[in-house]
Every structure is written in structure tokens, then in C-alpha cells.
T-cell receptor
Framework: EADIYQTPRYLVIGTGKKITLECSQT?????MYWYQQDPGMELHLIHY???????EKGDLSSESTVSRIRTEHFPLTLESARPSHTSQYLC?????????????FGQGTRLTVV | AQTVTQSQPEMSVQEAETVTLSCTYD???????LFWYKQPPSRQMILVIR??????QNATENRFSVNFQKAAKSFSLKISDSQLGDAAMYFC????????????FGQGTRLTINP
């Protein structure tokens, strides 16, 4: 099992609520990622970070925001949840550099907005 | 931008048989990495096998092997002696060796193992 954790695993929340999905890793990885995945579908990169205070938008436009104040922590926030945000969110981390290093994934947060 | 395509949304195989999952990709880079990830139902995504583009030799990990055709930009996964525990979504992924090094995924292939 990889040392990367996401909480909560499941979340059902009403429209308009603010939510934060937590992601933490204990491997000291500089790079962290958030992917959005609809059931049985491909993963779309929505945010990534090279390190502390470094975040960028991914290939898929998202209304969510992220922060990276500590190396081990990469939370994702939705200021006002909508049903269109219903999806699974996967967090991942990897080492920096040009080495062929794999990305480690959390178990995911399945978000349902009603 | 790099793209990864998996043209088989679903595949099934009899237990103990061999199955091959297809993946093609598009890139203008010459040096990169390719991966196959496995996502079991309700479980974490885990790495199955990786391939460095500069290596001609195909990667092998126990029952899993790849057929890497760089000129054709093809990267298929062969699973030998399929087991019930192999049932999962399989994703092909591409990563640049330099720059942003973002991991780009294909659409996934759902593999069913028939007992």
C-alpha cells in the first residue's frame, strides 16, 4: 500500500456547500496531482503541484482550487458545490527529477452533490 | 500535447488464458515513459509495468509483459495465465521525461476474467 491518503472516501453534500477534499502523503514527494474520474472512465488532470507554493491548472478545466502550503498536504476546495461536480477525485504523488518514477495514488474520494 | 488512446473499452478472457490490451499514443517527443496502471474495483490505482522509451527491450514483470513499438507509437500489455485477481480497469499512461512530467492517461479498458 502506498503512503498517500485521501479523506473522506465518500461524501454526499448539498448544492452550494463549500467542501475540501484532503490529500496527504508521507513519502516526501515534491509532485502532487489531482485527477477527476467519472465511473469507468478515463482520468483527467485538473491540478498539479511541483512543490510548496507551486500549483498549476491541469488539462481539464475545473472550478476547484488547490493549495500547497506543506510538502505532504495538497487539499482541493470547491467553494460552491454543484451536481456537475459529482465525480471521483483521485490524488497522486511522485518524485521530482528525470528518473522514471511511478506515481502513487490515494484511494479516491467519491463526491456526490445533490 | 500528448494523447493516449485505448480502443478497447472492455475485454474478457478465460481464466488461465492470455489477453492483450492495446494502447497507442501520440507525441513529438523522443524520450518519455509509458506505464500500465491497474485499478481494481473500489481500490487504489497501482502500477503494473513501466517502459522507458529509450530502451528497445520490452519490459516484463512476472505474468505481465509489453510490446513496445516506438515507431508505431504502440504500447500493448499482455497478461499471461490470467487470474481472477487480474479483473480491473487497466489504464495506459504517458509521461514526458523532462518538463512538466504530467501523467496522461488513456480511456481505460475494463478486463473481466471468466472462471
Amino acid at each position: 500500500e502506498a503512503d498517500i491518503y485521501q479523506t473522506p472516501r465518500y461524501l454526499v453534500i448539498g448544492t452550494g456547500k463549500k467542501i475540501t477534499l484532503e490529500c496527504s502523503q508521507t513519502m516526501g514527494h515534491d509532485k502532487m496531482y489531482w485527477y477527476q474520474q467519472d465511473p469507468g472512465m478515463e482520468l483527467h488532470l485538473i491540478h498539479y503541484s511541483y512543490g510548496v507554493n507551486s500549483t498549476e491548472k491541469g488539462d481539464l478545466s475545473s472550478e476547484s482550487t488547490v493549495s500547497r502550503i506543506r510538502t505532504e498536504h495538497f487539499p482541493l476546495t470547491l467553494e460552491s458545490a454543484r451536481p456537475s461536480h459529482t465525480s471521483q477525485y483521485l490524488c497522486a504523488s511522485s518524485e521530482s527529477g528525470e528518473m522514471n518514477t511511478e506515481a502513487f495514488f490515494g484511494q479516491g474520494t467519491r463526491l456526490t452533490v445533490v | 500535447a500528448q494523447t493516449v488512446t485505448q480502443s478497447q473499452p472492455e475485454m474478457s478472457v478465460q481464466e488461465a488464458e492470455t489477453v492483450t490490451l492495446s494502447c497507442t499514443y501520440d507525441t513529438s517527443e523522443s524520450d518519455y515513459y509509458l506505464f500500465w496502471y491497474k485499478q481494481p474495483p473500489s481500490r487504489q490505482m497501482i502500477l503494473v509495468i513501466r517502459q522507458e522509451a529509450y530502451k528497445q527491450q520490452n519490459a516484463t514483470e512476472n505474468r505481465f509483459s509489453v510490446n513496445f513499438q516506438k515507431a508505431a507509437k504502440s504500447f500493448s500489455l499482455k497478461i499471461s495465465d490470467s487470474q481472477l485477481g487480474d479483473a480491473a480497469m487497466y489504464f495506459c499512461a504517458y509521461r514526458s521525461r523532462i518538463g512538466a512530467q504530467k501523467l496522461v492517461f488513456g480511456q481505460g479498458t475494463r478486463l473481466t476474467i471468466n472462471p
